[in-house]
Nanobody
Framework: QVQLVESGGGSVQAGGSLRLSCAAS????????MGWFRQTPGKEREFVAA????????FYADSVKGRFTLSRGDATNTVYLQMNSLKPEDTAVYLC??????????????????????WGQGTQVTVSA
């Protein structure tokens, strides 16, 4: 069982920045693929960013590319999503996810929610115009 706890959400004005953190339990964190998705009421869960277990590859949605940066700190069992130049359309609940038992993350599966086995409760990000 893997538990994920997100933090760092909040309210900012457009153009501002936030850094989300996701702390994971488990002694095998270094083998987990990690992802961030976001969700707004009435819409499907939307892929934001993902990172392979080794940290050698990262993947981003086109809508956040160049503004968001995902990194992992294996010594602290934490992944960080640095979000810059935030826009009102970034407003959502941001959910952290971990891929533990499935296939390795690659270009065919990084964006699919069912690639990931565990999910956090989410943290709200609100960006005002």
């Amino acid at each position: 069982q893997v538990q994920l706890v997100e933090s760092g959400g909040g309210s900012v004005q457009a153009g501002g920045s936030l850094r989300l953190s996701c702390a994971a339990s488990g002694r095998s964190f270094g083998t987990y693929s990690m992802g961030w998705f976001r969700q707004t009421p009435g819409k499907e869960r939307e892929f934001v960013a993902a990172i392979t277990w080794s940290g050698s590859d990262t993947f981003y949605a086109d809508s956040v590319k160049g503004r968001f940066t995902l990194s992992r700190g294996d010594a602290t069992n934490t992944v960080y999503l640095q979000m810059n130049s935030l826009k009102p359309e970034d407003t959502a609940v941001y959910l952290c996810s971990a891929g533990v038992s499935g296939p390795a993350l690659d270009y065919t599966n990084y964006h699919r929610p069912n690639t990931y086995d565990y999910w956090g409760q989410g943290t709200q990000v609100t960006v005002s115009a």
